[in-house]
């Protein structure tokens, strides 16, 4: 056999090429998703809606029937519980002191943030184990001591001390995210700014704040919310019913060993209303503020 026979032997035999299976790609993983983020989503919501169910019964419904729906729908269950626990004034209360608090805790972990990474802070690596440190640790570790100073300092059952207290225990992990956006932002601007006779306030305030300004807003919102829904230093710090924040106005519903529950899932609706709001006029910026760099150490 020649070489041109063989070759036309070996061509005419050669087995035709596979088909390449064409994958689906998406088809799996989307269910999959699906099927996840479907059971997440009910197990998110599930507890609101009970929450909610339960807002709209008597208290002793709850009782026979705490996850089903209401038989009578009893709207003034809200009215109620706002008038109970006069939840106007709470609410008003809350409001100043998550404000005082997100500002405050704002101009602290900017403040820190820009002096770590911009002003050559010795011991960098200490102060960011420092703060790790103070996320970690439990309030209550600190409380005797800090109800005895409260106290010598004129500070307890002061709206402005538990404010002071907030700031100490919101400012670490605020700090962590401002400064992992200061991490990522190039120094050419401000090296600029400073070849055009800038100040460090200068460069600080017209330069850097500008650019971090997503990270900012959500170390205040952050901070702002927390304070919002924060119970165990409330009920210890602050006394007086004049500056009882709205997270303490569900104690009003429990008389002895017994609680109103139906009365403390209207007062909790009514109390979430405003957090709620905020969230959907800022989830924007809430939303980038938390994906566009994260915290780095």
Same mark, same amino acid.
Not at 129 to 144: D, G, H, M, T
């Given at each position: 056999?020649?070489?041109?026979?063989?070759?036309?032997?070996?061509?005419?035999?050669?087995?035709?090429?596979?088909?390449?299976?064409?994958?689906?790609?998406?088809?799996?993983?989307?269910?999959?998703?699906?099927?996840?983020?479907?059971?997440?989503?009910?197990?998110?919501?599930?507890?609101?809606?009970?929450?909610?169910?339960?807002?709209?019964?008597?208290?002793?419904?709850?009782?026979?029937?705490?996850?089903?729906?209401?038989?009578?729908?009893?709207?003034?269950?809200?009215?109620?519980?706002?008038?109970?626990?006069?939840?106007?004034?709470?609410?008003?209360?809350? #409001?100043?002191?998550? $404000?005082?608090?997100?500002?405050?805790?704002?101009?602290?972990?900017?403040?820190?943030?820009?002096?770590?990474?911009?002003?050559?802070?010795?011991?960098?690596?200490?102060?960011?184990?420092?703060?790790?440190?103070?996320?970690?640790?439990?309030?209550?570790?600190?409380? #005797?001591?800090?109800?005895?100073?409260?106290?010598?300092?004129? $500070?307890?059952?002061?709206?402005?001390?538990?404010?002071?207290?907030?700031?100490?225990?919101?400012?670490?992990?605020?700090?962590?995210?401002?400064?992992?956006? $200061?991490?990522?932002?190039?120094?050419?601007?401000?090296?600029?700014?400073?070849?055009?006779?800038?100040?460090? $306030?200068?460069?600080?305030?017209?330069?850097?704040?500008?650019?971090?300004?997503?990270?900012?807003?959500?170390?205040?919102?952050?901070?702002?919310?927390?304070?919002?829904?924060?119970?165990?230093?409330? #009920?210890?710090?602050?006394?007086?019913?004049?500056?009882?924040?709205?997270?303490?106005?569900?104690?009003?519903?429990?008389?002895?060993?017994?609680?109103?529950?139906?009365?403390?899932?209207?007062?909790?609706?009514?109390?979430?209303?405003?957090?709620?709001?905020?969230?959907?006029?800022?989830?924007?910026?809430?939303?980038?503020?938390?994906?566009?760099?994260?915290?780095?150490?």
């Amino acid at each position: 056999m020649s070489n041109t026979q063989h070759s036309l032997y070996t061509y005419a035999y050669t087995p035709p090429p596979k088909p390449v299976p064409v994958e689906r790609r998406g088809e799996r993983p989307q269910v999959v998703t699906w099927v996840v983020l479907g059971l997440l989503g009910l197990y998110a919501l599930a507890p609101l809606l009970v929450f909610a169910t339960n807002s709209l019964k008597s208290a002793r419904e709850i009782d026979s029937n705490p996850l089903g729906l209401p038989q009578s729908w009893n709207w003034s269950n809200f009215a109620y519980a706002w008038q109970q626990a006069e939840m106007g004034g709470a609410l008003l209360n809350s #409001v100043l002191i998550a $404000l005082a608090t997100a500002v405050g805790v704002a101009i602290i972990a900017t403040a820190a943030a820009y002096a770590m990474t911009r002003l050559g802070l010795p011991g960098e690596g200490g102060w960011i184990l420092w703060l790790l440190v103070a996320s970690s640790l439990p309030i209550q570790l600190f409380l #005797v001591p800090l109800v005895s100073w409260w106290s010598f300092l004129g $500070l307890y059952n002061q709206p402005f001390g538990l404010v002071v207290i907030y700031w100490a225990v919101f400012s670490p992990f605020a700090t962590l995210l401002v400064r992992s956006f $200061l991490l990522g932002l190039p120094k050419e601007y401000e090296e600029a700014a400073r070849i055009d006779g800038a100040g460090e $306030l200068r460069v600080f305030s017209r330069v850097v704040l500008p650019m971090i300004q997503p990270a900012v807003l959500t170390a205040a919102l952050v901070s702002g919310l927390q304070a919002y829904n924060e119970f165990m230093l409330a #009920v210890t710090f602050i006394q007086d019913s004049d500056f009882r924040p709205v997270a303490l106005s569900l104690y009003s519903f429990q008389q002895g060993f017994t609680t109103d529950w139906s009365m403390v899932s209207a007062a909790g609706l009514i109390m979430a209303l405003p957090v709620v709001i905020l969230f959907l006029t800022m989830q924007r910026t809430f939303i980038d503020g938390y994906v566009s760099r994260g915290v780095a150490v």
